[in-house]
């Protein structure tokens, strides 16, 4: 049983306020990632979690229990670094057991422990090496080792992946999530790949500059987004994004007018909007097709052939980029002048303040 | 695009091409300089070593076979020179290793004032072994006008007689305060080259602040260790500024190491012979020690 409630919690370095007031509340058994840009105050946040940074205001509870002045050995947390930190100088055994060496549980219990650990990550036949002769994703699965034989109520990751080969970390992100299921532990993984985030989170927590901005589960986020920066921060390629102004605004959707002139309907609540207001046009690479009917007219600039997919990147009139998604079969070529027709289901609409419009209905996997 | 790679010759063919020879003809000058600079100095103390040889008796004259040897041996001051080498060289190489390894963890830490601090810890390192030595003699050991006396007096204490009372152990002080700057420095770039995630993994693991230096820090700074000790080692077997300026080996042969011994034969007793003796087993001394030095500080540079 594990369960995390921040309340406003916050974190100034001098007079520089880096986490800005976050609420959040975390599930037993649940699978987080904090996600966003670099510098956001993702790491500073998980350590303030763990213990390794002090809370400068609000209150942090694991399992309903204030622990803002609890030390991080106490806290029931178990952490692996960015840079795995394992201690150089001894095996992977004694790496793995060092907390519990620390605890002084018996050897042979110690042993047991570390070889159950070792079981379950593969890494029995490295026990006796030293960190320097192992590989990038053993040293990790080593550190993730001396997380687990502490049998912890709350894995933390720092951008555990980030040091691996592309290939590693896919492989790597299979394996934490057959981890999380296996170990049936709250963890909180910090990341600013929305890659990882969407494959592994059960919740995603989107940060930016020490501020919350939206919280969901993957899918939510990718279809409803609740705002401008999580649209384009979720989802690869990117969302493109028209300016538009509101054309007319009925109970059944929102007509809009994008730059060149063309008229869109979509199933977007108007609310405060009135005719003539400037939004933003949301469409993901996905909700476009190519079609020589389509209301919008574009130039392909670049094709890039991934071979089940194809990226199309465009310029739209008004000198707007966009960018495409379309099947790989496709043949168009670059330099194509080429028609565009619009999915309206996978459109959103951004007020001027970057806030999105609600859709008329949700998605059917965002819950 | 073959065409390319396969026309640039190869690196190899431009250094071969040359003879050996011209390689080593080239490598002489030096080599010669080397030779003359260490193989004479050294051919003349053996040569020396085995001649009678005194500045002012030479009627006597001429090869003595092991005789300096046998002198030597069989002179008390000898052992007892080489039993303060031994004892001056390891208590200035625990107090600086011991008090630089404290030393640098705490000049790690942030408080006020660390720049100004870390400065002055490391300044004594710049004053000549002369200077320091008699600023210890004459301002901080001396009974009457030394501070170490002065405040003894305020307590209402009896000063004491430094280099009377406690000679070998004031020329280890005052060794000790030259070299723990040098110790310092090294620890602590070494200290400040450790990986603070390492350290804060282990305080998330349980460690406290003495765990993490038993178990984190010590490993880390174990190489770092082995270069102050040997590095001082080479340094301190020849230690005599020091003693001459302070003590000059006395009183009696209290601090006469076997650096100071060898100048009292050669320049006090004008025995060349003798201290030619001296020097070749200072020389051998040296070899042994920096052979088990290096051996086992090159196992440990492996890690
Ligand atoms: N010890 C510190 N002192 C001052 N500023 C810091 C300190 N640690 C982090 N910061 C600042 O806090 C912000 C967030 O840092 P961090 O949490 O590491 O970002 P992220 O992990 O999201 O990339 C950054 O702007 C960084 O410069
Ligand atoms: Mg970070």
Redesign the interface.
């Known amino acids: 049983m594990a369960t995390l409630t921040l309340r406003d919690l916050r974190k100034s370095y001098g007079n520089f306020e880096v986490i800005k007031g976050i609420d959040l509340a975390i599930a037993d058994k649940e699978f987080v990632v904090f996600v966003g840009p670099s510098g956001c105050g993702k790491s500073t946040l998980l350590r303030m979690i763990?213990?390794?940074e002090d809370i400068t205001g609000g209150e942090l509870q694991i399992d309903g229990r204030r622990v803002n002045h609890v030390?991080?050995?106490d806290r029931g947390?178990?952490?692996v670094?960015?840079?795995y930190?394992?201690?150089?100088?001894m095996t992977v055994r004694q790496n793995m057991g060092?907390?519990l060496r620390?605890?002084r549980v018996p050897k042979a219990e110690r042993d047991r422990k570390v070889d159950e650990a070792a079981r379950i990550l593969q890494l029995e036949p490295y026990l006796e090496r030293r960190p320097k002769d192992l590989s990038g994703g053993q040293r990790q699965r080593v550190a993730i080792g001396?997380a687990i034989v502490?049998q912890p109520k709350v894995f933390l990751f720092d951008e555990p992946l980030s040091n691996l080969d592309a290939a590693l970390r896919g492989q790597m992100r299979i394996e934490l999530s057959r981890l999380h299921e296996e170990l049936n532990a709250t963890m909180i993984y910090v990341t600013h790949d929305q890659i990882e985030a969407m494959t592994m989170a059960d919740k995603i927590v989107v940060l930016q500059s020490g501020r919350v901005e939206q919280v969901g589960s993957p899918l939510d986020l990718y279809h409803h987004p609740a705002n401008l920066f999580v649209a384009g921060f979720i989802g690869s390629p990117r969302m493109n994004f028209l300016p538009a102004t509101v054309a007319e605004a009925g109970s059944r959707g929102t007509i809009v007018a994008l730059a060149s002139g063309q008229r869109l309907a979509v199933p977007i609540e108007a609310r405060s909007a009135r005719p003539g207001d400037p939004v933003t046009l949301g469409i993901r690479p996905e909700g476009l097709h190519v079609d020589p009917a389509g209301p919008l007219t574009a130039d392909v600039t670049l094709v890039e052939r991934l071979g089940g997919l194809t990226l199309l990147h465009l310029k739209a009139p008004g000198d707007q980029d966009m960018t495409v998604q379309i099947e790989g079969s496709d043949p168009t070529r670059a330099h194509d002048r080429i028609g565009l027709s619009v999915d309206p289901g996978a459109t959103h609409l951004f007020e001027k303040s970057g806030q999105a419009l609600p859709h008329l209905g949700r998605h059917p996997l965002a819950a | 695009m073959d065409a390319s790679v396969t026309e640039a010759p190869p690196v190899e063919t431009v250094a071969t091409a040359m003879p050996r020879s011209v390689g080593r003809l080239l490598l002489l000058p030096s080599v010669v300089v080397l030779l003359a600079w260490m193989i004479v100095p050294l051919v003349m103390t053996l040569w020396f070593s085995f001649q009678y040889y005194n500045l002012i008796n030479p009627e006597t004259a001429g090869f003595a076979g092991l005789d300096n040897y046998r002198y030597l041996v069989t002179d008390p001051d000898f052992w007892v020179s080489l039993e303060n080498t031994l004892i001056l060289v390891g208590s200035v190489l625990v107090v600086t290793v011991v008090f630089g390894t404290l030393l640098a963890v705490l000049f790690n830490q942030p408080f006020p004032g660390r720049n100004i601090a870390r400065v002055l810890a490391i300044s004594p390192f710049f004053v000549m072994p002369t200077v320091s030595a008699l600023i210890w003699k004459n301002l901080l050991m001396h009974p009457i006008y030394g501070v170490f006396g002065a405040v003894a007096r305020s307590f209402g204490r009896q000063p004491v007689d430094w280099f009377a009372d406690y000679p070998l152990a004031s020329i280890i002080a005052i060794v000790s305060w030259e070299w723990l700057p040098f110790a310092l420095l090294i620890l602590l770039t070494a200290v400040q080259s450790l990986?603070h995630?390492?350290r804060?993994?282990?305080?998330?693991?349980?460690?406290g602040v003495i765990?993490q230096f038993v178990?984190?820090t010590l490993?880390?700074l174990?190489r770092a260790i082995s270069v102050v000790v040997m590095i001082e080692t080479i340094f301190l077997l020849t230690v005599f500024a020091e003693i001459f300026v302070t003590t000059s080996g006395g009183p009696g042969n209290a601090t006469t190491n076997l650096a100071f011994l060898i100048y009292a034969r050669a320049l006090l007793q004008y025995d060349i012979g003798g201290a030619s003796a001296g020097g070749i087993v200072a020389i051998v001394l040296a070899n042994i020690v920096a052979f088990f030095l290096v051996r086992s500080i090159a196992r440990r540079l492996e890690?």
């Open positions: 763990a213990g390794l030390g991080p050995a947390l178990a952490m670094f960015q840079t930190a394992l201690y150089p100088h060092f907390a620390l605890a001396r502490r | 990986d995630e390492q804060e993994a282990a305080r998330m693991d349980g460690a765990a178990f984190i490993p880390h174990s890690v």
